[in-house]
Structures are given as C-alpha cells and as structure tokens.
C-alpha cells in the first residue's frame, strides 16, 4: 500500500507536468515545506543539510520510536509527538489523529498479541501526513501531497517493524534529498552566469526595472530613502512582508510568485504603496486566488 500510494501521486506528477507546469513548483515548495532554500550558496548548504540530513532522523525517531522494543525510543516517541504536533500544526484533525495513536497504543501494550499494531501504524502515517500539510492554504496539490506522504510514511514504518530504524532514515533522507534536486530546478533553472531579461513597468507614478534572480546570489535589501527601493534576490513575498503594513491580508487575496527577482523600484512623486499592488498584479507577480 505504502509503495503505491508513493508511486501513484509521483507519476501522476510527471502528467500533470504537461497541462500545468507553472503549478508543479507550488507543490515542490510544500513538501520541501520551505521557501528560503535558495539564495547564498552557504544558505543553500545549510538548507541541504537540515532538511537531507537532520529533519528525516529526528522525525523518523520521534514517529517511529513507539514501534521500537527499546523503552527509551519509545517514551521519546510518545513525548516527541505530543510536543512536534502542537508546534508544527494544532489543527484538530492532527490533535485528533494524535489522541487516537495514544488510544490505540495503550490497547496494543494492554494486550499480549499486539492486535492494535495495524491501527497504530495507520494512524501514525495518518498523522505524518496531516501534520506536514497546511489545511488554511488547500489548493489541488493537496490531495498528491497527503497521499504521497502517507504512503512514504507506510514504507519507513513496514522498514523499522521488519528491519531496522535506520533503515527508515535511509528512506527518508534519500527522498528529501530528491526533492530538494528537483526543487532547485524548479526554483530557478538559471545559473549564476547567464544573463536574464530585464523586464520594464513605468506609469505617472513610479518606475519598475526588474529580472529573475540566477541561482546562488545573496539577498541584499537597500531601503535607503522612500523615492528608491532596490532589492536583490527577493521574492515578492518577502517584499510585501518587509514594506507593506497588510501584506497578511494581501496574501490572503493573492497569491505570489515564488521566483526571485531584483527589483529597482523608484517613485516619481512619493512613496505610494498602491502603486508597487498595481504593478505587481499587471506582470502577474501577484494572482488573485
């Protein structure tokens, strides 16, 4: 099952790549669950190693511990979740999958054939899954990532029940590893020689130079006067979060561009935020959801 429901979402992908290519990085950027991988080389490295390395042991040991016949791993694992689930998502389907684990634990542990461990393992995977999704931005790429994260999930567990935990870590850091490959395609294909258009955008009130970023070029942000802003390898994003006092409510309306870009943005007659919304949402920057 856990093989399947790996495999299925994965080439169900590869199709979707042809009819909605624009969208595939959306779902890359969710299960990376990340959106400052790329940037610095070193911030790069950094990223690499916390999300191949160190994110798949420490996960695998505190969602696979209570299957394990060491008692230490195990009290790990049933106080690891209860803390890893309120930090990363309360929401009440987590909570809910969370109280219905410990049910099923105590049932398991109260009875000498084990006749709780199918139940147990379902709803651990469950919990994998729902944990790492975030219910208040659902979009069609929701469905994909659950199953594939359940299904993934289902595989380290059959591993650390029938071989060895480490095997699990195997499993999970090769996968990490895979995604963040693809995600640096998708996040910006471009190296860090070849040049890139320069885009242009003008009217009465400001001036907009802009191109993407290439790969591996610091973030620099020079804010220092109101009549010129010039950013460099940002994502709108992190501009509306840095100049706009209701940037929340704007990203609730619309959805940015994940792409990095450098922006030279000068104002003819004052700062005017309006102006920087019309623009971003004229070149697309910015899509109504």
């Known amino acids: ?23 595939i990085e959306q779902y890359i950027n969710s299960e990376t669950d990340d959106s400052f991988f790329f940037g610095s080389k070193e911030k790069f490295i950094l990223s690499l190693f916390w999300t191949a390395l160190i994110a798949p042991i420490y996960e695998e040991i505190i969602f696979d511990g209570a299957f394990l016949k060491n008692k230490i791993y195990k009290w790990i694992s049933y ?13 009440v389907y987590s909570l809910a ?4 684990f410990y049910i099923f634990t105590y049932l398991n542990n109260a009875r000498e054939n084990n006749s709780y461990t199918i139940h147990m393992i379902i709803t651990n995977a469950l919990l994998f899954s729902v944990i790492h999704v975030n219910f208040y931005d659902l979009n069609v790429f929701t469905p994909i990532s659950l199953a594939s994260r359940f299904g993934g999930h289902l595989l ?44 242009y955008y003008e009217n009465e009130y400001i001036n907009v130079e802009y191109n993407e970023a290439p790969n591996f070029q610091d973030e620099k942000y020079d804010f220092k006067n109101d ?3 010039y950013l460099q390898s940002a994502k709108v994003e992190s501009l ?7 940037s929340d409510s704007i990203l609730n309306l619309y959805k940015a561009n994940s792409g990095r870009y450098d922006f030279n943005i000068r104002f ?17 920057l910015l899509i109504e959801k």
């Open 240 to 246: 509306l979060k840095i100049k706009f006092i209701n």
């Open 156 to 199: 380290a567990l059959w591993l650390v029940v029938n071989y060895k935990l480490i095997y699990a870590i195997f499993l999970h850091i090769f996968w990490n590893t895979f995604l963040m490959i693809i995600a640096l395609y998708f996040d910006n294909p471009l190296n860090s020689i070849e040049e890139t258009e320069l885009l």
């Open 227 to 229: 009549s010129t802003w």
């Open 268 to 284: 003819k007659e004052g700062l005017n935020n309006n102006q920087i919304l019309k623009f971003l949402i004229q070149d697309s």
């Open 79 to 91: 106080i690891g979740l209860f803390g890893f689930t309120l930090y990363f998502n309360r929401s």
């Open 1 to 23: 099952m856990g093989l399947v429901l790996k495999l299925v979402p994965f080439f169900s992908l590869i199709v979707l790549f042809f009819f909605f290519s624009d969208s």
């Open 97 to 100: 999958l969370l109280l219905l």
